[in-house]
């Protein structure tokens, strides 16, 4: 029991940094895809005939509506990790505040 307290005790702030580390890779592997995908359909790599004409620009047709539709979630996606991050800094300084015995009188407001 004792070596889960600490373990626990020595991840403060994990939710938080998994997060941001988390939707960063998830940005950086967007904008890596959406370079490649533009670099190859902007050198004409994807079109060596009619039907991979036609197959490269209903991939471009696709990749821009799902990027549309990504899109349309990143304020909803925002929020929620802005409320998560919050509701992590307040369980921090919570729990700060208690190991420096500030609240812990008598006295109520």
Do not use: H, Y
């Amino acid at each position: 029991m004792n070596k889960l307290k600490s373990l626990l005790n020595n991840k403060k702030g994990g939710v938080v940094n998994d997060l941001i580390q988390g939707t960063g890779s998830l940005i950086i592997g967007v904008i890596i895809v959406l370079v490649i995908v533009s670099t190859l359909l902007g050198a004409n790599l994807l079109t060596a005939g009619s039907a991979e004409n036609a197959t490269a620009s209903l991939m471009r047709d696709n990749f821009t509506a799902g990027i549309d539709a990504v899109s349309a979630k990143i304020p909803t996606i925002l929020l929620i990790a802005a409320v998560v991050l919050l509701f992590g800094v307040l369980v921090l300084l919570v729990a700060q505040s208690r190991r420096m015995g500030i609240g812990s009188g008598g006295a109520s407001l």
